[in-house]
């Protein structure tokens, strides 16, 4: 394991926050699709933590960042459930811009709470966030991020699936079971909440 994916292991949440900052290098806009492919061929854990903590901030209430957040995950979930080597991305999401001023004012709030949270995750349980488990936490996460285009009309309304994304992300970026156990079993009340809903 190289050094980068090393510190993705034992800092997640963080790490994942750096990489964004360091690929933005002083513009003032960074698009998603270089954002994404920026985080290389160990990309699919640290793509799932950006997608749940963005949707979980401001930043998922600017107009069409949920849904392409939704598309970045089912493209992934789908690459990782084909066993895709080789990451790949839609070029329509170099049209999706993610301001550094919002990214930094939400980074400043944030990475307290991150740092805190970085410090009690751990390699556990590893059967559970590696090879067949991660063809469950594919085909749950493709369900969740359909759910972004509906709630993401609704202010902080994709929170729920968010976090759940996050949990896979986490997981299987520090090797977690524990918290993808944790998403799965939380994915099942959202299931039940907008089967509800659509009733």
Excluded: Y
Excluded at 114 to 137: E, N, S
Excluded at 142 to 151: D, E, V
Aim: include cysteine.
């Amino acid at each position: 394991m190289d050094e980068h994916a090393e510190k993705q292991a034992d800092t997640p949440l963080q790490s994942v926050l750096d990489h964004v900052e360091d690929t933005l290098d002083g513009s003032d806009f960074v698009d998603l699709k270089t954002v994404v492919e920026s985080f290389g061929n160990r990309s699919f854990g640290p793509v799932m933590v950006l997608c749940g903590l963005c949707m979980m901030t401001p930043l998922g209430m600017l107009p069409g960042i949920p849904p392409a957040f939704g598309v970045i995950v089912i493209v992934f979930a789908l690459q990782l459930l084909f066993r895709r080597q080789t990451p790949w991305m839609p070029e329509v999401l170099r049209r999706v811009k993610i301001p550094a001023d919002k990214l930094s004012k939400v980074q400043a709030k944030v990475r307290p709470v991150l740092a805190k949270i970085d410090g009690i995750i751990r390699p556990r349980l590893q059967w559970a966030a590696t090879g067949p488990m991660q063809v469950l936490i594919s085909i749950v996460a493709i369900i969740l991020s359909l759910t972004f285009f509906p709630l993401g009309m609704v202010p902080f309304g994709v929170v729920a699936p968010a976090l759940i994304i996050l949990l896979f992300g986490l997981g299987i970026t520090a090797r977690d079971g524990i918290l993808t156990l944790f998403g799965l079993s939380l994915s099942l009340g959202v299931f039940m909440g907008v089967g509800f809903l659509l009733v």
